[in-house]
């Protein structure tokens, strides 16, 4: 399944600010939705989606099983679940939320998704938040492999090796909070260097490079101008100058949980 370069995030978007948000998104062309069980926002951005008259083939939605509901039985509940709330018979990419490696039922929630793909209830199975080890479990148990892997990734955050693992294994990188949620990245002197010899914003310079190095880009914002502004981003191409000053910015740490201890319910 192809998907997007660019799709629309619902993180933390609740409500009428959630229906008005991906409205927006869909207008200005997004075609690619991203929820999650865990955003409590499934009912909404259903709505959204019917109420914007866009064919329903012709958008691509993304939800997401969270960790209470790993295992084999309770991710298929919740899978149908998550069907009801948005008002579908299916959703296009199906994604467990975090591995919750201490918990090691993400190995039994992974099967029940591929059986969920087999029974039509999503067109294709992935995850979010995995690390090599996780990867290569469900792989080996399985002989089955993520289209995609939902990761943080963004220029304090480049996730080199893992971009690298993905391209090998033939696994899509998508980024979360390709802004840097939680830092200055957007007022970083470098990055705003690049933005104003480019003519863009420090966000969209910060999408467009990790486009061009071939991620899924997921950015979210509760903003009707910033949504359609992170959306413009492909009338220009960052120089190579450009994209060697922005890996320079390279932190090596994560704003958010860290995927091999954390438990996220």
């Known amino acids: 399944m192809a998907l997007p370069q660019i799709g629309f995030g619902t993180y933390q978007l609740e409500g009428e600010d959630c229906v008005n948000a991906v409205r927006t998104a869909l207008d200005a062309g997004y075609r690619l939705i991203d929820t999650a069980a865990l955003y409590e926002n499934e009912v909404e951005v259903g709505r959204a989606i019917r109420e914007s008259g866009i ?16 295992g084999f039985d309770e991710a ?28 090691d039922r993400y190995i039994d929630t992974w ?5 969920l793909k087999d029974d039509g209830l999503t067109a ?22 993520p289209l995609v892997n939902q990761i943080e990734l963004h220029p304090y955050f480049q996730q080199a090796a893992m971009r690298e693992l993905h ?33 863009v914003s420090t966000a969209q310079a910060a999408l467009r490079w990790s486009i061009q190095l071939g991620n899924i880009v997921i950015p979210k914002s509760s903003s009707a101008a910033r949504i359609i502004a992170n959306f413009d981003v492909f009338g220009f191409t960052l120089d ?26």
Request: glycine content about 6%; proline content about 5%.
């Open 111 to 115: 099967e029940a998704m591929v059986e």
């Open 240 to 265: 190579e100058a450009a994209m060697t000053a922005i890996a320079g910015l390279e932190r090596g740490t994560l704003s958010s949980l860290d995927p091999e201890t954390s438990e996220v319910l």
């Open 76 to 103: 298929q509940e919740a899978c149908r679940e998550s069907l009801r709330k948005l008002g579908m018979d299916y959703v296009d990419l199906l994604l467990i939320h975090w591995p919750n490696p201490m918990n």
């Open 167 to 199: 391209a090998s294994l033939g696994i899509t990188t998508q980024a979360w909070s390709p802004l840097g949620r939680k830092s200055d990245l957007l007022t970083d002197p470098v990055l705003v260097a690049v933005a104003d010899k480019h003519g």
């Open 124 to 145: 294709d199975i992935g995850v979010s938040n995995f690390t090599p080890k996780t990867l290569d479990t469900i792989i080996a148990r399985s002989g089955v492999t």
């Open 55 to 70: 064919p329903r083939e012709e958008i691509q939605v993304t939800t997401k099983i969270r960790g209470r509901n790993h």
